[in-house]
């Protein structure tokens, strides 16, 4: 391979015999390699049948900071790679896919987060994971979906606090803690996209449907919604409620758990608003695939790196979160 090739590995798919089996070739080149996969519930369900833990970004950080494997797979989006990276220096990290970007955190430009800070000076800065290492080490605390309420219950009543990136996580964690965080006007396209109109209409066709939203969709959704959670929030209410029906407002790769979970239950991917797009899906997360998952394990490429005195300045935000999580008991 060329260097040209490598740079753009992600995209190709180099050499696979069109007769061997993936899922046994990956198994074998794991084991031989010490290799542990991580995957995020919104990964193609052939990607999680394969992963060695699949879970949200916070229990994928905390599976990432306790491994003891020599060579990190993550099969989900670069800032959670980079996570990974940024908790495990001395681990090879790897991704089948390195133009698997994130919206939200591309929604938040290093400089201009910089600015905001600086002009709105004496406020806690706290930021959601979905952000790139530089907006980390910008970061007091980082918080995922499933700790933000707890990290910002945590702070005194009087707290002046920066939330990043996500102004729809940031509204709805003010609405919860009665707090008046500044927000940065971030969010994630494929949750800012949810019809409610769309929703309610089917919620009145299926009126034993619970809608269930995470808190990246925007507040009128979350309005109407009956649980509000992470996605390992959703998956868990999913299974030990007792409704029979559930309209499901976030990416669709979460179904996948939840159908392998409740196979007696019926999911409803909540519509979006241009009913002739697949928008439900985070078209960054599936730039994973099981060739690339194949051929990143093989030639364990592309590798996450990251510059030292930037990761220890991002690390000491996320390890605050961890701490602050430990202490709650978030898992
Ligand atoms: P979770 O932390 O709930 O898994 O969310 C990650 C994400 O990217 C949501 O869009
Ligand atoms: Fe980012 Fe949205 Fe994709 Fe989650 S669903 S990884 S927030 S673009």
Sequence with gaps: ????????????????????????????????????????????????DVSDYVGDSLQLSQQAAKTDADIIVFLGVHFMAETAKILSPNKKVIIPDLKASCSLAESCPENDFAKFIQDNPG???????????????????????????????????????????????????????????????????????????????????????????????????LVVSEHIGSTSSLLKFTQTDTSKKFIVATESGILHQMIKASPDKIFIPAPALDSTCACNDCNFMKLNTMEKLYNCLKYELPEITINEQLRQKAEKSIIKMLEISEKFGIK
Excluded at 1 to 19: R, T
Excluded at 196 to 209: F, G, R, V, W, Y
């Design 123 to 221: 406020h806690t800065v706290i930021s959601y994971v979905n952000t790139t290492a530089a907006i980390k080490a910008l970061t007091d605390i980082v918080v995922t979906s499933s700790n933000a309420k707890q990290i910002v219950d945590s702070l005194p009543k009087d707290e002046k606090i920066i939330f990043g990136p996500d102004k729809n996580l940031g509204n709805y964690i003010n609405s919860i803690t009665g707090r008046n965080m500044l927000l940065w006007d971030g969010a994630c396209h494929v949750h800012k996209q949810f019809d409610l109109e769309a929703i309610l209409k089917i919620k009145s066709e299926n009126p034993d449907a619970k809608i269930i939203a995470h808190p990246e969709c925007e507040s009128p959704v």
């Design 1 to 48: 391979m060329n260097k040209s090739d490598l740079e753009n590995f992600g995209f190709l798919k180099i050499d696979i015999p069109k007769d061997i089996n993936l899922v046994e070739e990956i198994q074998k080149l794991k084991k031989e390699k010490n290799a542990v996969i991580l995957g995020h519930y919104y990964i193609e369900g052939d990607l999680q």
